[in-house]
């Protein structure tokens, strides 16, 4: 059994605010991101279409789609009947509650708008920047691991960690698992499959189909949410629900890029 590393979740204080690991993570998200794509523009081998003062409007959009439907996703995935008994939980975000799958649609929206102001696809985009996101969603685990939090199921693996508030029982570092598989795995995949000029939607149908299969492999190992548990034969969690049609949308966006091989500047 490895020892959990005991990190203060607090990074450092300004007076009376204390600045969380958590947070920071998302700003190294955001910044990585910004720079991976920063990088793209400039040395690519092929036309991006996209100016580097889109680009900064891009990473805006996207990181107010992130944490909004992030927040909203979760409270209605997850927490939905202490919604209706106290709406005001939605604005609680002190307490915590961030769902994937809701910030993806929050971005989905913010960039559709944003699509709309410049006059190009929202895929356009999407197939530009997703080669960058697991970065960002890299970093993410990182912090959920710094807080203690999301942890895998008791086991017996050598590797397992017994981590704070989550009893005395070793467990999977799941967190790390979806480092590798949805951070550093489906970066590599991504970028190997991004360096060539691929057909619009594309790239964006990759990104949904390699996420939604290594979420749904993770799901086996991470610990249920505890206000939901299994909704399903006795193993079926609400993540790996969300993961199935994120994964057919993913196969239909493939399907219909080769169909059409209409390409995109990304």
């Not at 999407?126 to 959920?144: E, K, M, Q, S, W």
């Not at 989550?166 to 467990?171: E, F, V």
């Not at 149908?205 to 799901?219: H, Q, T």
Request: with cysteine.
């Amino acid at each position: 059994m490895l020892t959990y590393p005991q990190i203060d979740p607090v990074a450092f204080h300004l007076g009376p605010l204390s600045v969380n690991w958590y947070g920071l993570s998302y700003l190294f998200a955001f910044t990585v991101c910004w720079a991976v794509l920063t990088w793209r523009i400039k040395h690519s081998s092929f036309p991006r279409g996209f100016t580097a003062d889109q680009l900064s409007d891009i990473v805006f959009y996207t990181a107010l789609g992130t944490i909004l439907g992030g927040r909203i996703g979760y409270v209605l995935f997850y927490i939905w009947p202490d919604f209706l008994a106290n709406p005001w939980i939605l604005f609680q975000v002190w307490k915590g509650g961030m769902s994937f799958h809701g910030g993806l649609l929050g971005v989905f929206v913010a960039l559709w708008l944003y699509a709309k102001k410049i006059h190009k696809s929202v895929f356009d985009i999407t197939d530009f920047i997703v080669p960058a996101v697991p970065l960002g969603l890299g970093a993410g685990r990182v912090g959920n691991f710094i807080n203690g939090e999301l942890w895998g199921r008791v086991t017996d693996v050598p590797w397992a960690m017994v981590f704070p508030n989550a009893g005395l029982d070793p467990r999977h570092p799941s967190q790390l698992y979806e480092l590798g598989l949805e951070g550093i795995l489906l970066f590599i995949i991504l970028w190997a499959y991004s360096r060539k000029q691929r057909p619009r939607y594309a790239v964006t149908g990759l990104f949904l189909m390699a996420y939604a299969a290594f979420r749904f492999l993770v799901e086996f190992f991470r610990e249920p949410d505890f206000q939901i548990g299994f909704i399903a034969f006795g193993w079926l969690t609400k993540g790996q629900l969300l993961c199935i049609p994120m994964f057919l949308l993913g196969v239909i966006l493939f399907f219909i890029a080769y169909r059409q091989k209409k390409w995109t500047n990304t």
